[in-house]
């Protein structure tokens, strides 16, 4: 059980746009920033997103983030093929004193 | 190249240690903190331990409190994890992490992932 929520798989077809949310509470994402990341098959992750909507060098503006009070949102525009990955969340929890983490969410390109 | 090197990964049986170790290199590795996130076959990302860049102050998962410890030289530019009284739920991919200091709390580097596998 994940300290953040998000859903375990979404799907699309090349060409459109998804959101991935991510759920908190007033612990984590409500008073820190939020960091994306993408986890290509039988590969390690690679930040996507950092405080909340920075877009680390490299990465194509395709990809946003967004935060709303203890929630966070990945946006994918355009999507393509090799867009398909799991995709985590992650942010520092005052209260467990820990980096906590999304249980994941698996992007399906159709 | 600026990369992190995972190694010291294997087959342990229930009870026994393990000590990983991940080299830095390319970077002023002293300027970071470094954190171990491991990931069980098939499940998500679960941060283990953090150490601060001068290596004063370290902290840990409640999962491996008492049994995992952290530490590092910056001498030689590597960050390790001892691993005690391994369980069976200790198995998975274990990365080692680099993470800045200023801004918000994010991993911008990650190793390659070294396997540890804890037999019953």
């Known amino acids: 059980q994940s300290v953040l929520t998000q859903p375990p798989s979404v799907s699309a077809a090349p060409g459109q746009n998804v959101t991935i949310s991510c759920s908190g509470s007033?612990?984590?994402?409500?008073?820190?920033?939020v960091s994306w990341y993408q986890q290509l098959p039988g590969t390690a992750p690679k930040l996507l997103i950092h405080?909340?909507?920075k877009r680390p060098s490299g990465i194509p503006d395709r990809f946003s983030g967004s935060k709303s009070g203890a929630s966070a949102t990945l946006g994918i525009t355009g999507l393509q093929t090799g867009d398909e990955a799991d995709y985590y969340c992650?942010?520092?929890?005052?209260?467990?004193?820990?980096?906590?983490f999304g249980g994941g969410t698996k992007v399906t390109v159709l | 190249e600026v990369q992190l090197v995972e190694s010291g990964g294997g087959l342990v049986q229930r009870g026994g240690s393990l000590r990983l170790s991940c080299a830095a290199s390319?970077?002023?590795?002293?300027?970071?903190?470094m954190h171990w996130v491991r990931q069980a076959p098939g499940k998500g990302l679960v941060w283990v331990a953090r150490?601060?860049?001068?290596?004063?102050?370290?902290s840990y998962a409640d999962s491996v409190r008492g049994r995992f410890t952290i530490s590092r030289d910056n001498a030689k530019d590597t960050v390790e994890l001892q691993m005690n009284s391994l369980r069976v739920d200790d198995t998975a991919v274990y990365y080692c992490?680099?993470?800045?200091?200023?801004?918000?709390?994010?991993?911008?580097?990650w190793g390659q992932g070294t396997m540890v596998t804890v037999s019953s």
């Open positions: 007033s612990s984590n994402i409500a008073k820190n920033y």
């Open positions: 992490a680099r993470v800045p200091v200023f801004g918000g709390l994010r991993v911008d580097l």
């Open positions: 390319g970077f002023t590795f002293s300027s970071y903190w």
């Open positions: 992650g942010t520092w929890d005052s209260s467990l004193s820990a980096v906590v």
């Open positions: 150490i601060k860049s001068d290596g004063t102050y370290t």
């Open positions: 405080d909340n909507s």
